[in-house]
């Protein structure tokens, strides 16, 4: 149950688009299209930005979408606004019938 | 509007016993499955368990196998995390999670947290 592996943090300008990466194996994010991401502000509670690998929830802005090649899933957010500066966590169904999540970015809105 | 409320959190020496819940509403808590997350001070997340809607099935990550138990009652539309054995690296805000609909394998709501603190 090692945690996938993202960047640390991962910065741009307003305006410009950005991609968070989220490593795994063939146990978790390869094994199955069940890769979300959840974004995190200080002191605050996580919440859901993506679920199963690409898939918005309502309310979730556009500009936020997901993708996955192999073990590897992303995050990309684009038209970067300064309220997206938070820690940012992937995570993944296994096939041992648990979660693991990402061990997380922190973005910087430059 | 879908609602988790945790409790139950404090400072517990190492060794002690905590039972931690969760009150659920603005849903039909008894048809989901739910789950505990956990942050240690200054780290990331850590899932720590999630049980099925009627309770049969639940899954812990391997650091609390055979010292934490999760519960639910779905009358009361309450989670529970009963802790034993507890260690200093068990310290953490631990947020109850709802999973997503029809077995989604995601969180799709979580609670502000209850913060555990293990020491002496």
């Known amino acids: 149950q090692s945690a996938l592996t993202q960047p640390a943090s991962v910065s741009g300008s307003p305006g410009q688009w950005i991609t968070i990466s989220c490593a795994g194996t063939?146990?978790?994010?390869?094994?199955?299209?069940?890769v979300s991401w959840y974004q995190q502000h200080p002191g605050k509670a996580p919440k859901l930005l993506i679920f199963d690998v690409s898939h918005r929830p309502s309310g979730v802005s556009t500009r936020f979408s997901g993708s996955k090649s192999g073990n590897t899933a992303s995050l990309t957010i684009s038209g970067l606004q300064a309220e997206d500066e938070a820690d940012y966590y992937c995570?993944?169904?296994?096939?041992?019938?648990?979660?693991?999540f990402g061990t997380g970015t922190k973005v910087t809105v430059l | 509007e879908v609602q988790l409320v945790e409790s139950g959190g404090g400072l517990v020496q190492p060794g002690g016993s905590l039972r931690l819940s969760c009150a659920a509403s603005?849903?039909?808590?008894?048809?989901?499955?739910m789950t505990w997350v956990r942050q240690a001070p200054g780290k990331g997340l850590e899932w720590v368990a999630s049980m099925k809607q009627d309770g049969s099935e639940q899954y812990y990550v391997d650091s609390v196998e055979g010292r934490f138990t999760m519960s639910r009652d779905n009358i009361k539309n309450s989670l529970y995390l009963q802790m034993n054995s507890l260690r200093a690296e068990d310290t953490a805000v631990y947020y109850c999670a709802r999973d997503g609909e029809w077995w989604g394998r995601y969180f799709d709501f979580w609670g502000q947290g209850t913060l555990v603190t293990v020491s002496s």
């Open positions: 063939s146990s978790d994010v390869g094994a199955y299209n069940f």
């Open positions: 603005g849903f039909t808590f008894r048809n989901f499955w």
């Open positions: 995570s993944s169904y296994t096939k041992t019938f648990t979660f693991v």
